[in-house]
């Protein structure tokens, strides 16, 4: 009860900011409010006007049903999302990797590791990109949405893909997993790397 009056007040007060001010923030603090009264099409409105401001037709359906413990409706949405050509495809890659790392470290917590190696394998594809470049800076509202790292996307996603690798006992395929992904790196993330590897106890 202490939780939904918390989500009303969280309401409440991002309706009144928007009221005096249309803003990016102020869709975001009410969609992450709709999102936690199970709203979830008025969620998805607030987080497709807030995404107006740095992303275009970037549309947030996907991430709002996710939010809303709706992921196989959440994928289904990602799927139609990369097969429009109007969807700016770097960020639209960057919510399929991030949505697939959460998959994932669900599957890898319930010991579900054959699922959590698909999972992590997926984010790895598509957040390639990321290895040696930066994110383009519009997709930095999903950090401000979502709290998402994009930054570290590329090596958490690889990270966990080989945590996910070992403990399925496949350490031949870890192995692989860590070489792509030193060679596909720039020299500051083969370092970061490298230096995590050795912390494994294998």
Known sequence: MARQLDWDNALQDATKSLAIR?????????????????????????????????????????????????????MLRIDQLAADPSVDPLACSIVIA????????????????????????????????????????????FTLLFGWDIDTLWQTSNKKLILALLGAGKLGEAFESYRFAMNASNEATKANLHSWVLTLSL
């Open 22 to 74: 249309t803003s990016l923030s102020g869709y975001i603090a009410k969609g992450i409010a709709l999102c936690g009264k199970q709203l979830v099409e008025d969620a998805r409105t607030a987080f497709d006007l807030a995404f107006t401001f740095t992303l275009g037709n970037m549309d947030a359906t996907a991430i709002a049903l996710f939010n809303a413990n709706r992921h196989k409706e959440s």
């Open 98 to 141: 991030s949505l697939q790392v959460q998959l994932g470290t669900i599957a890898f917590n319930g010991a579900r590791h054959a699922e959590a190696i698909g999972h992590f394998a997926t984010a790895v594809k598509a957040s390639t990109f990321l290895a040696k470049s930066a994110a383009p800076a519009a997709c930095e509202v």
